[in-house]
Nanobody, 123 residues
Framework: QVQLVESGGGLVQAGGSLRLSCSAS????????RGWFRQAPGKEREFVAS???????DYADSVKGRFTISRDNAENTVFLQMNSLKPEDTAVYYC?????????????????WGQGAQVTVSS
């Protein structure tokens, strides 16, 4: 069982930046893909970014060029650098550990989830 803890959320003005971190403990997660998802009120959880075991990355079209996912396997930690934030980025952000080595935009491809970090972008 893997336990995940997100940190780094908060309130920021439009155009600002935030960096989310997700630390994993328990059964090692460094062999598997990691992902970030988000969920706004009244909406379904949606894919934001993923990174494979080897470091290949993928992004939702809505965040390409603004967000960067990275990982530190030695520390079992994954990061999400968010720049040029927009009010529509407001959501609870969840990190996840994948079932496979390759990243995916499918919620079902992930087996462990963090508790979520609130990100609020004001206009």
């Amino acid at each position: 069982q893997v336990q995940l803890v997100e940190s780094g959320g908060g309130l920021v003005q439009a155009g600002g930046s935030l960096r989310l971190s997700c630390s994993a403990s328990g059964r090692t997660s460094s062999d598997f893909a990691r992902g970030w998802f988000r969920q706004a009120p009244g909406k379904e959880r949606e894919f934001v970014a993923s990174i494979s075991r080897s470091g290949l990355t993928d992004y939702a079209d809505s965040v390409k060029g603004r967000f960067t996912i990275s990982r530190d396997n030695a520390e079992n930690t994954v990061f999400l650098q968010m720049n040029s934030l927009k009010p529509e980025d407001t959501a609870v952000y969840y990190c996840a550990v994948g079932r496979y080595y390759s990243g995916s935009s499918d919620v079902a491809a992930y087996r462990s989830w963090g508790q979520g970090a609130q990100v609020t972008v004001s206009s």
